[in-house]
Each structure stands twice: as C-alpha cells, then as structure tokens.
C-alpha cells in the first residue's frame, strides 16, 4: 500500500489533519460551535469551486472564502442573538455560490464529488507541503493564545470580568478553524470535514476532563479515524469519508455507553 506515493501522500496529509481537528475541535465543542463549523464547510466548497473556475487550486479558494466568512461571522455574529441567522445568510449564499462557480467551470461530476466526499488520489507531494505549512501556523497561533483561548473557551463570563479581549481573541479562533477546515476537506470533503472537528473531542471529554488530555484524546479518536479509513478505503475501494464517518460515530456512541456504565 506504501509503494504507491498517492497513499503515502494521503497518510502524511491524514495526520496533519487529525492532530489539527483533534486540537482546534476541543474549542469547537467548548464554545459550542458545531453548527458554524458545518457551515464554514459548506462556505469550503463553494470556494473550493471558485478556485477550479479561476483556473486556481481548490485550497486556495477554499482559504479565500472561509477565511472571509469566518471574519464576517466574527463581526455580524458578535452578538449571540443574531449569530444564527448570521451564520445561516452566509451558508445559503456559499451553497448557491459553489453550484454557480461549478456550472460556470464547466467542470464534470468527478470535480464536484472530490470537493463534497474528498479525495486520497488527489492529494500531491505539493499539497501535502501546503497543508504541512498552514497546520503548522495554525498550531503556533493556537499555542500563543491557548491560555487565553482555554479561559474564554471554558469560563466565557470570567473572561468578560476580567477584561480579556473576547471579540478579538473570537475573530482569531474562527479564521484558525476557517484554516483547519479548508486543510481537512482535501481528504474528507468539504460536507462531512466537521465530522473530525466535532465528534473526536466530542467523545473525548467523556473520557478525561483536562483541557490537555481532551485535546490528546481528541487527536487520538481522529487519528484512528483517518488512518483506519484510509486503509479500508484503500482495500474496498469505497470513498474514505464514509469510513472515517462511521469509525468516528462509533467511537462517539462508544463514549455516551462508557459514561452511562460509569454513571
């Protein structure tokens, strides 16, 4: 399997995307933002196709759109009582933006099904550069303000008491998710990359209950989602999203019966 450099190439970019959704998907969960992160996927596809009509490749427009997006989400979304219907305006206009941009391309049903379910034979040595890259910033930001981010993430009130810039520090989390997702969906798609950035962490905090051992937890369920499913993927030959959807789920389900037999 590791004599073909397509899969290795998928490996290497599947563990880049494990540790970052396992990591960034702990503050997903902990600022109860599961909804946003399906919609800045939504918001990856249409720049995703954007980028295939300019001729570009589709990370690039999948890091214009949902880095915008997630900028504007920060700025119309400060108050909670419009976030929703923020967030819902946007994710309807990426929608019919990325049918638009794919029908203008002119592009066949293998395009748009890369972009939606992902794709392991279209990740090149140049891509997995790219990703490793951008993972790497993300990563860097995130432990520059992880004390930070941890309090405004788990004592949200206490934050405001004590001064901390909470609309700044929002605004900086949401474009490094708007860059997790655009890494992710190269294999998992831009429908179901929420998937590892919520379910992971969602089934880890039932295990531990450390913001540390979460995130450890978190990378830990992603990788065994990600690597499993790119072996299955590899032998069935059927789409690895739907493996790592279903190994994920199982492992979430698995957490709710541990915390019941434990309760």
């Not at 989400?73 to 108050?79: D, I, T």
């Not at 934050?159 to 969906?185: D, N």
């Not at 789409?239 to 994920?248: H, K, L």
Request: glycine share 10%.
């Amino acid at each position: 399997m590791f004599s073909y450099p397509f899969m290795q190439n998928a490996y290497m970019a599947g563990t880049l995307i494990a540790i970052i959704s396992g990591i960034m998907g702990v503050f997903v969960i902990a600022r109860n933002m599961s909804f946003l992160t399906h919609t800045l996927s939504e918001i990856g596809f249409a720049g995703a196709a954007f980028g295939i009509f300019m001729g570009w490749q589709a990370l690039n427009g999948m890091l214009l759109f949902t880095t915008i997006s997630s900028i504007g989400v920060g700025e119309l979304g400060a108050k909670s009582s419009r976030r929703e219907n923020s967030i819902t305006a946007i994710s309807a206009l990426a929608i019919g933006l990325g049918i638009l941009f794919l029908s203008l391309a002119n592009s066949n049903a293998s395009y748009a099904t890369g972009i939606l379910f992902g794709s392991v034979i279209g990740i090149s040595r140049q891509n997995v550069i790219q990703m490793s890259l951008l993972s790497a910033g993300v990563l860097i930001c995130l432990l520059v303000i992880y004390r930070f981010l941890k309090f405004d993430s788990f004592d949200p009130i206490g934050a405001r008491v004590e001064g901390l810039w909470t609309r700044t520090l929002s605004v900086i989390f949401l474009v490094l998710l708007a860059f997790s997702v655009s890494v992710a969906a190269q294999i998992v798609g831009s429908l179901l990359i929420f998937i590892l950035l919520t379910l992971p962490a969602a089934a880890a905090k039932y295990f531990v209950h450390s913001v540390g051992a979460m995130a450890g937890l978190a990378v830990v369920f992603a990788l065994l989602g990600v690597w499993l499913g790119l072996y299955l993927s590899y032998v069935t030959n059927w789409p690895v999203s739907f493996f790592i959807s279903v190994i994920e789920v199982i492992c979430y389900f698995s957490a709710l019966m541990y915390n019941r037999v434990r309760s």
